[in-house]
């Protein structure tokens, strides 16, 4: 072989080498995100997922890609929502909300689910064996539904506006029914010796009807619980509120980011932060079946001032020391 040919056979594996390096290397693991809100309402909880997964040295398109699919409140879209990011053949998909994972464990039985959000009894819903060990493809991290919190959203929001007797109640019956919402109620509004009266949206149009029929029936204060098509609904919700003049006690901040009274519930973001370890045993091979059901750990209180000012409420400085965020 001459001079040139060897340069030439050189130069030829100097240019075929990158090439095959790059089809050996492994490809970046596909994690999927289910969300049932919009990307601009989810926004707060995926940075705080992604930060979780990046104090793990993970970082989004480099060492690993992250499909979202957002239902922006329509629960109708889990099932062609979940289908597409199967399809993708991610190594887990992340999913909010008891509906959304009810959904989702419908669609798949092999890929593993971690959900954040769904009812303190996944074991009654058939979603897991039991909480220490779930013995199947799902694992993930409750809100509390239960009577405390039922009661202590009560007591906050007759703290803050003590003159009310009649409450009325905003629920989406299979998800009250399912966190607990409607088997706790009626123990805490007795009591605080509160007549509580439920209005239930079974969907986004059902929304102003059941407000109407609160204000028509001369309710002095307002109880949303929790459900990803209000949080969706919310300007429209706290619009209602506004107009039928009412104090109001919500499930997340974001509604009194909006115009909302007060807010009390778990901290979701915290929650899709603690995820991210779940979703690094499970990308270093563990098994859903094998990572215990978790609670959430912190739980949020919001006060909007300049809302309770508009409704001629003084809010004590005891309440605003144990608020989380006071917005003025």
Known sequence: MNRRDVIAALGSAAVAWPLVARAQQPAMPVVGVMSPLSAATAARNLAALRNGLRDLGYNEGRNIKIEYRFADGAPERYPALMAELIALNPVL??????????????VTRTTPLVWVGVADNPVALGLVGSFAHPGGNITGFLMSGDAGIVGKRLELLREAAPRFSRVGVLVAPDYAAADGTLDALPSAARGLGLDAR????????????????????????????????????????????????????????????????????????????????????????ASPSELPVQSAEKFELAVNLKTAKALGLTISESFLLRADEVIE
């Open 93 to 106: 998909i992340v999913v909010g909300s008891t509906p959304a994972i009810v959904a989702a464990s419908k």
């Open 198 to 285: 439920v209005y239930e949206a079974r969907a986004a149009a059902d929304i102003e009807t059941a407000l109407t029929a609160a204000g028509r029936d001369g309710v002095q204060a307002l109880y949303v619980s929790q459900s990803p098509v209000f949080l969706h609904r919310r300007a429209e919700i706290i619009g209602r509120v506004a107009s039928l003049r009412l104090p109001a006690m919500y499930f997340f901040r974001e509604f009194v980011q909006s115009g909302g009274l007060l807010s009390y519930g778990s901290d979701l973001p915290d929650m899709y932060r603690r995820a991210g370890v779940y979703i690094d045993k499970i990308l270093k091979g």
